[in-house]
């Protein structure tokens, strides 16, 4: 059974900074791409970034230079680090693995908020 388990959200103040995680298991994870999204209400989720198997990286332009995506495939694990946060970063977020053209894996998403 494929687990994508997301952990790190919270409230913090704008301009403040959060390390997102996503523990997976049920998968062989150094052969997946992974990726966190975000989905504010009311708007369709949106890529946040994206890791690849071999370690690229993609940035969606509103968190470029502010947020990092790494990952641990020891610790079958990917992280968003995420700095001088904005309320515009309000959002819950979500964990995708991916593998070729096969249908995504997603977890259950973490609420970040940003506010002061």
């Known amino acids: 059974q494929v687990q994508l388990v997301e952990s790190g959200g919270g409230l913090v103040q704008p301009g403040g900074s959060l390390r997102l995680s996503c523990a997976a298991s049920g998968i062989s994870f150094s052969n997946y791409a992974m990726g966190w999204y975000r989905q504010a209400p009311g708007k369709q989720r949106e890529l946040v970034a994206t890791?690849?198997?071999?370690?690229?990286?993609n940035y969606a332009d509103s968190v470029k230079g502010r947020s990092t995506i790494s990952r641990d495939n020891a610790k079958n694990t990917v992280y968003l680090q995420m700095n001088s946060l904005k309320p515009e970063d309000t959002a819950v977020y979500y964990c995708?693995?991916?593998?070729?053209?096969?249908?995504?894996?997603w977890g259950q998403g973490t609420q970040v908020t940003v506010s002061s």
């Open positions: 995708n693995a991916k593998r070729f053209t096969f249908s995504p894996y």
């Open positions: 890791i690849s198997n071999t370690g690229s990286t």
